[in-house]
């Protein structure tokens, strides 16, 4: 079983669409979530920490389920702009980044 | 603030050679990562250090080699380059664990 593990799309929605998606994880030890964001050729950019009580920044609204090991994105009110690959990274470590990237997941937003 | 700077943007090696990817921040982060991302695969820890005269493997170690003489500086040594890392190269830096890690622009390495 892949450690992080998310489907890899691509998702293709329509601009203004909701979309969602999620990603899970091995380690039931792992210590902090996040998403990251990445365009094509480019390097991964944080786009938001996932907490516990789950965490909202404008259109986008991330969440943990720890006792079925998943995180989940949902996209509001989508933009052409947010076409990428989402990726989903888990934390392992104690003391240092031991982070664990997923494939991602690309998101295709058409007019 | 330039951020993380990787250097070669882009470069074609033969089997067998050598080279440097250099990486330099300016954050004063005591924390750096180098990674490679293949096609269609998720980010791959090569080294990190967690201060300047401190290194350490990650989980894709062999055939290179770091080394941290400064806190800006943590260059990525391939000694006989193979097909094998023909891939992506990021480097990333964070002030501290848990803290939002930044990434270099890459280096797209290809052995031929």
């Known amino acids: ?111 | 603030n330039a951020g993380v700077t990787q250097t070669p943007k882009f470069r074609i090696l033969k089997i067998g050679q050598s080279m440097t990817l250099q990486c330099t921040q300016d954050m004063n982060h005591n924390y750096m990562y180098w990674y490679r991302q293949d096609p269609g695969m998720g980010l791959k820890l090569i080294y990190y250090s967690v201060g300047a005269g401190i290194t350490d493997k990650g989980e894709v170690p062999n055939g290179y080699n770091v080394s941290r003489s400064t806190t800006e500086d943590f260059p990525l040594r391939l000694e006989l380059a193979a097909p094998s890392q023909t891939s992506v190269y990021f480097c990333a830096s964070e002030r501290g664990p848990n803290e939002k890690l930044f990434f270099g622009s890459g280096t797209q390495l290809s052995v031929l």
Not at chain 1, 22 to 42: G, L
Not at chain 1, 46 to 69: C, K, P
Not at chain 1, 74 to 89: G, H
């Open chain 1, 1 to 111: 079983r892949k450690e992080v593990e998310q489907d890899p799309g691509p998702f293709n929605v329509p601009e203004g669409a909701t979309v969602a998606f999620n990603c899970t994880y091995s380690n039931s030890a792992s210590q902090s979530f996040f998403w990251y964001r990445q365009d094509c050729r480019k390097e991964p950019k944080l786009l938001m920490s996932v907490y516990s009580s789950g965490n909202e920044d404008g259109r986008f609204t991330a969440q943990l389920n720890r006792a079925s090991q998943y995180i989940s994105l949902l996209i509001r009110d989508s933009k052409l702009s947010d076409s990428a690959t989402y990726l989903c990274v888990v934390n392992e470590g104690t003391g240092f980044q031991k982070l664990v990237f997923g494939t991602g997941t690309r998101l295709l937003v058409s007019p």
